[in-house]
């Protein structure tokens, strides 16, 4: 495979590598080590169907088929391909949403980071892009920790962090209501289960309270660390286009989505492998 580095902290471009034939093993395995290597892999101008991007992240690991909150609009259109979920703001001809998540800008996450075996990997692939904004950024946890200065590492070092998702928002999470949203505590510093590597595993949309502090506590804390962690130097930005396909690393990046206007249409569609439980 032909690897060339992005310019930027985290990510490499593959471009001598069509998508549409499922990987074989030794191909399979050389991805996963490029993608714990590197974070995130970009594969320009492909032409994916759904089952397509199915048999290829199979290829990578256990596909990651989540039941989502009965609440929750998950339309027919996401359910045809077990495993595939569109990401879109885009509604049909009732106004029904064709696909998941909130419309505009998001915070910095991990992926299912409040589950007890967040993502592996999460991968996206473009079929419909705005004109202007609705780019993804990723950041490395990584460098993130290992430039984090002491003072804030003592603080957070050896914790156990809670993470909650609440799907009707898109700002600062809390813990109230618990037994009614997702939740899980994971290590708020984790050692990579692949590379060994210790990466930053708390972030600003998900991460509420630090084990033994109350919330309001927990948040003096860990926002000092959020903007150290979303500072452009761990950043990779992209600006999508059409037939752009990304599988990261979700264990060692978080991602955030900038703000687009809603009458442009924005549509992605995502698949994913399960990870397991985080130590550290
Ligand atoms: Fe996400």
Same mark, same amino acid.
């Given at each position: 495979? &032909?690897?060339?580095?992005?310019?930027?902290?985290?990510?490499?471009?593959?471009?001598?590598?069509?998508?549409?034939?499922?990987?074989?093993?030794?191909?399979?395995?050389?991805?996963?080590?490029?993608?714990? %290597?590197?974070?995130?892999?970009?594969?320009?101008?492909?032409?994916?169907?759904?089952?397509?991007?199915?048999?290829?992240?199979?290829?990578?690991?256990?596909?990651?088929k989540?039941k989502l909150?009965?609440?929750?609009?998950s339309p027919a259109s996401s359910l045809e391909t077990p495993g595939i979920v569109y990401?879109?703001?885009?509604?049909?001809?009732?106004?029904?949403?064709?696909?998941?998540?909130?419309?505009?800008? /998001? +915070?910095?996450?991990?992926?299912?980071?409040?589950?007890?075996?967040?993502?592996?990997?999460? /991968?996206?692939?473009?079929? %419909?892009?705005?004109? %202007?904004?609705?780019?993804?950024?990723?950041?490395? /946890?990584?460098?993130?920790?290992?430039? #984090?200065?002491?003072?804030?590492?003592?603080?957070?070092?050896?914790?156990?962090? #809670?993470?909650?998702?609440?799907?009707?928002?898109?700002?600062?999470?809390?813990? @109230?209501?618990?037994?009614?949203?997702?939740?899980? +505590?994971?290590?708020?510093?984790? %050692?990579?289960?692949?590379?060994? &590597?210790?990466?930053?595993?708390?972030?600003?949309?998900?991460?509420?309270?630090?084990?033994?502090?109350?919330?309001?506590?927990?948040? @003096?804390?860990?926002?000092?660390?959020?903007?150290?962690?979303?500072?452009?130097?761990?950043?990779?930005?992209?600006? +999508?286009?059409?037939? =752009?396909?990304?599988?990261?690393?979700?264990?060692?990046?978080?991602?955030?989505?900038?703000?687009?206007?809603?009458? =442009?249409?924005?549509?992605?569609?995502?698949? @994913?492998?399960?990870?397991?439980?985080?130590?550290?």
């Amino acid at each position: 495979m &032909k690897i060339i580095p992005l310019n930027a902290p985290l990510g490499v471009s593959i471009e001598n590598l069509s998508l549409h034939g499922p990987l074989n093993k030794e191909q399979a395995l050389e991805l996963c080590e490029i993608i714990n %290597k590197y974070q995130l892999v970009l594969f320009r101008k492909q032409e994916l169907t759904a089952s397509q991007q199915i048999a290829f992240s199979k290829a990578l690991g256990p596909v990651r088929k989540r039941k989502l909150p009965a609440d929750y609009f998950s339309p027919a259109s996401s359910l045809e391909t077990p495993g595939i979920v569109y990401v879109s703001n885009i509604r049909d001809r009732n106004g029904i949403p064709t696909g998941i998540i909130p419309d505009g800008e /998001m +915070w910095f996450h991990h992926d299912t980071c409040y589950t007890s075996e967040p993502d592996r990997f999460t /991968m996206l692939y473009a079929m %419909k892009v705005p004109r %202007k904004g609705g780019n993804t950024l990723w950041a490395n /946890m990584y460098t993130a920790w290992k430039t #984090l200065p002491d003072a804030l590492k003592e603080q957070i070092i050896g914790k156990q962090a #809670l993470n909650v998702y609440d799907y009707a928002t898109k700002s600062r999470p809390e813990s @109230k209501n618990l037994s009614l949203i997702e939740h899980a +505590w994971h290590p708020a510093v984790i %050692k990579h289960p692949f590379t060994g &590597k210790k990466a930053l595993f708390i972030n600003r949309l998900m991460t509420c309270k630090l084990e033994g502090l109350s919330e309001r506590k927990s948040l @003096k804390v860990l926002e000092p660390i959020f903007d150290h962690a979303e500072q452009t130097c761990h950043i990779y930005e992209h600006h +999508w286009k059409p037939g =752009d396909f990304i599988i990261w690393d979700n264990l060692s990046t978080t991602h955030a989505r900038t703000h687009f206007n809603n009458y =442009d249409e924005r549509r992605l569609r995502r698949s @994913k492998v399960s990870g397991q439980t985080l130590n550290t």
